[in-house]
């Protein structure tokens, strides 16, 4: 038996394939916003695995430091060293800023500004590799910069109020946001994350000047004390640990807990933060879109599907009259609707794999997702003809007759 | 692989057929009791003005509509018989009925050769087989030439025997022709006349001819008028009859 459906899409091939590229577009669109959900959930994975720790130290009733901000003392983590377990412990500070190139306004970007103490490759907060340049090795005024931040090895770029050289380029070290990461040493990051104007500085000495509790007759050092206090920054956001091999996790954790009065969260718990907490609300926003972008698809696969078979009702009389099963009736509209939505999806999918690097934050498109985006588009078509088959086999041989 | 056995070559006949469309007060007869006997290799004229009952009857023969009463036998087979019918319409018109229609109505997504094969197709033969006897037929009507063109690439005369050769092709009892020649010029209308005549004497089946073209109406040997849902039965001419 010959396949009448592939005999018309054959015989009026140019609108069938136009057709087909047009929801294929649609569909494209509808991968995307699926790599772009995976993109923030890889996002957030990434950060976890760059900033090489197994537990995060944090402020007490917290959930910082990427989801709610933390603040802890810069001695703390002295302490933490010395717990059964810990094999390191690192000062970290987040900060999300405007970053930009100085003298070049125009290639400001949002930028993650990650304060840690410079160190070797491996230490917790580092970046766990260079693609150019070289780590950090001052204690102040260098920078290592994501290579999506655009900017370039010995560029100078401007945080706050000071310059710091590129010194050296990584790779995919971003923000769960997606924002890149600028790594900068530690008492910098302090200094930016705290730092006030002068004007502000003047009036906050004026301030604590005019207190008699701090500037008492005969005591002046009491003043210096305080303003000293107030113009040093001690506070970091976070203590990234990393635990001995074969260490537990929530032993280590319950001890920091319980001994140092301090919010701890494992790898699953800061995991869990990140997914459930942090990205939730977007990810529910482009589930909803998928789900709007599926229904616009099978609405426009129907009534595509639909014209199309009314288009040949005439025939379908004929077919059904000359004693044409409704199987193969079906058959040939089902099949046109699948391969409708299969053109679709080859288009689709090679649009998305195409437009992905253009997106400012990254898209990742996964293989599992295309076989079941592949799947739920076959789905949608077999039900979006049930329309027109519906339609089709209603059509009275009689028709063809006439009268 | 028919559903219906064939025994060719005994023609088509009703008695009493009767249609009423409709119940109680609104129900309007269609049909009244028409009566038609056309033998094996025979054509015959079906005329009537609109509104005679011609459609009706016209699907009722062609197993489209069914009767309220009334009997009809095909190739010697009952089809109907007073409210009782074969069960499976579709493979009767697909294995025993052969229709050509005013306008051919060609699939115009299937070339010359798939459109006159298709029905073999359906019916299970293999698509070799199918297209051998579709060529066959299409070198006896004298299309041969155009086996793989598509419909739109033919004139309206060869679209018309396209038609022809696939109403013949499944080789069924009867044909039903419903205005086979209104579209055409008085020597194609002839040609078309020619060809059922030809056609039918050779697979040895009945043909109906539904028509209102004077042309041809001089053509047959018999004419059956139908008039207000009953048929009444006329020689012809019969200028084309051997």
Redesign the interface.
């Known amino acids: 038996?010959?396949s009448?459906a592939g005999?018309?899409i054959?015989?009026?091939w140019g609108k069938y394939v136009f057709t087909g590229m047009g929801l294929g577009l649609l569909i494209g669109v509808t991968l995307s916003m699926a790599g772009i959900y995976r993109g923030m959930v890889d996002d957030a994975a990434v950060l976890l695995d760059n900033s090489g720790a197994d537990l995060w130290v944090v402020q007490q009733d917290t959930l910082g430091p990427y989801a709610e901000p933390s603040s802890l003392y810069d001695d703390l983590y002295r302490g933490i060293l010395t717990l059964p377990g810990v094999a390191q412990a690192a000062n970290v500070t987040y900060l999300t800023m405007q970053v930009r190139p100085a003298g070049d306004a125009a290639r400001e970007r949002r930028a993650m500004v990650v304060g840690v103490v410079p160190g070797g490759f491996g230490e917790p907060g580092q970046p766990r590799f260079l693609v150019a340049g070289r780590r950090l090795t001052r204690g102040h005024y260098e920078a290592v910069a994501d290579l999506s931040t655009g900017f370039r090895l010995g560029e100078q770029v401007r945080i706050r109020r000071h310059l710091y050289r590129v010194v050296g380029l990584t790779r995919r070290n971003v923000s769960s946001g997606g924002d890149p990461m600028v790594f900068i040493p530690l008492k910098d990051a302090q200094e930016a994350q705290f730092l006030k104007d002068n004007d502000a500085i003047i009036q906050q000495r004026h301030r604590t000047a005019v207190n008699p509790l701090f500037n008492r007759p005969g005591q002046p050092e009491v003043l210096e004390a305080v303003l000293a206090a107030q113009t040093q920054s001690t506070s970091v956001n976070a203590v990234l640990v990393r635990l001995d091999a074969g260490a537990d996790p929530d032993r280590v954790a319950a001890d920091i807990r319980r001994w140092k009065r301090l919010g701890v969260y494992t790898r699953a718990e800061m995991n869990e933060i990140l997914q459930a907490k942090l990205i939730a609300t977007s990810a529910r926003q482009i589930f909803m879109f998928l789900v709007i972008l599926s229904l616009v698809s099978a609405a426009i696969v129907a009534f595509i599907i639909y014209t199309l078979t009314l288009g040949k009702i005439?025939?379908i009389a004929?077919?059904?009259?000359?004693?044409?099963?409704n199987r193969?009736i079906a058959a040939m509209i089902l099949q046109q609707a699948i391969g409708l939505g299969l053109i679709g999806f080859v288009v689709g999918k090679t649009a998305a794999t195409f437009w992905a690097p253009v997106f400012p934050k990254y898209v990742l498109l996964l293989p599992s997702d295309a076989a079941r985006g592949l799947l739920v588009v076959v789905l949608i078509c077999a039900l979006a003809s049930l329309f027109a088959i519906r339609t089709a086999l209603r059509v009275?041989?009689?028709e063809?007759?006439?009268? | 692989m028919a559903d219906v056995e064939s025994t060719p070559g005994e023609g088509i006949h009703i008695e009493g057929l009767r249609k009423r469309y409709g119940r109680g007060e609104t129900a309007v007869d269609a049909l009244k009791g028409a009566d038609i006997a056309v033998a094996a290799g025979e054509v015959v004229g079906l005329v009537g003005p609109s509104g005679s009952g011609k459609s009706t009857l016209l699907k009722c023969l062609g197993a489209v509509t069914e009767p309220s009463g009334g009997r009809m036998t095909l190739g010697g087979r009952v089809i109907y018989d007073e409210g009782w019918r074969i069960p499976d319409l579709r493979a009767l018109r697909r294995d025993r009925i052969g229709f050509v229609f005013q306008a051919p109505h060609l699939i115009p997504f299937l070339n010359v050769t798939d459109n006159v094969a298709l029905l073999p197709m359906l019916a299970g033969h293999a698509n070799a087989d199918a297209r051998a006897r579709a060529r066959e037929l299409l070198e006896a009507l004298d299309v041969g030439h155009r086996a793989q063109a598509m419909p739109s690439q033919l004139s309206g005369g060869e679209q018309q025997r396209v038609a022809i050769a696939r109403a013949l092709v499944s080789r069924p009892p009867v044909i039903l022709a419903d205005e086979p020649t209104a579209p055409l010029d008085s020597e194609r209308a002839l040609g078309v006349i020619g060809i059922l005549n030809r056609m039918a004497r050779e697979y040895r089946t009945a043909v109906i001819v539904v028509t209102h073209d004077e042309k041809i109406i001089p053509t047959f040997e018999r004419i059956y008028h139908i008039r207000d849902g009953r048929t009444h039965e006329e020689l012809g001419e019969g200028r084309m009859s051997t």
């Open positions: 038996m010959i009448l005999r018309d054959l015989h009026g005439r025939e004929i077919l059904k009259l000359i004693g044409t099963r193969t009275d041989p009689a063809a007759i006439g009268g």
